[in-house]
């Protein structure tokens, strides 16, 4: 009974096409979880590790309530998984999915619209009671059949098994501005072992600065009533772009590099900023081909102020810093 719910449930996600049905088939799939699990999520349970902050069950429990991005992303990883099917018909389809959280949800939902043989999949989750939720939840189910390797490891150094070629990858264990979670090491450290055809998902992350004045920039607080998709966001009308400060892709990490900090160049700083007085930084997520979020469509691309320019004295050029090499966060030097 629970898979064939499942399925219906699944299948109105991938046929969503407005916002309203994104969200209302979303919150179908919160309250399947919520009232078929029976694991209460803990929420001290949170570790951090090298490159981020592993949310606590109960945090990565409640992402699935961030309705735009549980659609977006399933709509992605159920395209790119049709793309490899097609592309290797004759054997299984390898995915990695680093931090699965307790739900698994994007892929788990997705196991009954695809043949038991044709997904071989490893899910890595840093926290035991993680790994124990989505055991559960394939049993309850009834998706045991499902050849499920759950790891309790964590993703920023895992090695995949030398015979356990990836096809897809998949990490969403993002904050705003890719500040405080591991999305950015994690993606570091799997993408160095992927092969020329693997995709991973999200394809990719763009980080832009720009000048604005961010109170009055859309910001999504509770996604349960403020669900928005792009034509319904109005961005501050006086917001100066400046420049796209990175793109994190497959490209990006193609070669071993032992970085963990990201300089850009330095910006110069206008003399008046009345209409504009904020260095932001604004986050766009292509999660698989055209299937992307915007700005304040999730929490994950809300916008995010460094620092407003009244507050800063005798300056006339900017440099933005990012390190994640432990916990990820943004600062800045100033030139005289």
Request: proline share 4%.
């Amino acid at each position: 009974m629970y898979k064939e719910e499942l399925t219906i449930i699944v299948k109105s996600i991938i046929a969503s096409n407005t916002v309203n049905e994104h969200i209302k088939s979303a919150q179908k799939l919160s309250d399947f979880y919520n009232e078929n699990t029976k694991f209460k999520h803990s929420e001290s349970n949170e570790i951090s590790i090298k490159g981020g902050v592993a949310l606590s069950s109960s945090g990565a429990a409640d992402c699935v309530d961030d309705y735009l991005r549980t659609v977006f992303f399933i709509k992605g990883v159920y395209k790119a998984l049709i793309k490899l099917c097609a592309d290797f018909p004759e054997r299984s389809i390898n995915v990695l999915y680093a931090g699965c959280g307790p739900y698994a949800t994007l892929i788990l939902p997705l196991l009954p619209l695809f043949n038991k043989e044709r997904i071989n999949a490893v899910l890595i989750d840093i926290n035991n009671s993680s790994i124990k939720s989505v055991q559960n939840l394939l049993s309850i189910f009834n998706l045991e059949d499902y050849k499920m390797q759950l790891v309790e490891a964590d993703a920023t150094t895992y090695i995949k098994p030398e015979d356990f070629s990836i096809d897809l990858a998949i990490s969403e264990t993002m904050h705003y501005a890719l500040t405080r979670e591991p999305q950015v090491a994690i993606t570091k450290n799997i993408m160095q072992q992927l092969s020329s055809h693997s995709l991973f998902i999200p394809e990719e992350i763009k980080i832009d600065l720009a000048f604005s004045f961010f109170d009055f920039e859309p910001y999504l607080k509770k996604a349960v009533y403020e669900g928005k998709g792009r034509k319904q966001l109005q961005p501050y009308s006086h917001n100066v772009f400046v420049d796209r400060l990175f793109t994190i892709n497959k490209e990006h990490f193609s070669r071993e590099n032992p970085n963990s900090i990201i300089e850009s160049s330095f910006y110069i700083l206008p003399d008046n900023f009345a209409d504009h007085p904020d260095v932001c930084l604004f986050t766009e997520v292509k999660i698989y081909e055209d299937i992307e979020l915007k700005t304040a469509e999730s929490y994950i691309t809300n916008p995010y102020c460094l620092v407003s320019m009244y507050s800063i004295k005798d300056y006339s050029e900017i440099q933005l810093i990012y390190d994640f090499s432990e916990i990820p966060q943004w600062s800045y030097k100033l030139k005289e």
